[in-house]
Nanobody, 119 residues
């Protein structure tokens, strides 16, 4: 199981930008999917974005056009670029790795990083 550590969270003004990082303990080259989830107070954890081993990405409608997921296989890292942030983006953000396509149990989670958007 790969270990994941998020960083980059903090306080940001509405309309501003923030970049979250997730560093993996080993190569991410063969990982099926890397994902960012978030969990806002009183709400369930939700999928924000995914990037697959072939480079394909998808985004939740709520962040489409504002957030970008990317990876750097040389640095064993995945990133979430958050632009034009809104108050409703406030949440704890978690990175996730699913190592094998047909084994959802092959997932690792980071500890989470808090993002707070202020007006």
């Amino acid at each position: 199981q790969v270990q994941l550590v998020e960083s980059g969270g903090g306080l940001v003004q509405a309309g501003g930008s923030l970049r979250l990082s997730c560093e993996a303990s080993r190569s991410i080259f063969s990982i099926y999917a890397l994902r960012w989830f978030r969990q806002a107070p009183g709400k369930q954890r939700e999928l924000v974005t995914s990037i697959f081993s072939n480079g394909y990405t998808n985004y939740a409608d709520s962040v489409k056009g504002r957030f970008t997921i990317s990876r750097d296989r040389g640095k064993n890292a995945v990133y979430l670029e958050m632009n034009s942030v809104k108050l409703e983006d406030t949440a704890v953000y978690y990175c996730n790795a699913q190592e094998e396509q047909y084994r959802p149990s092959s997932q690792s989670w980071g500890q989470g990083t808090q993002v707070t958007v202020s007006s």
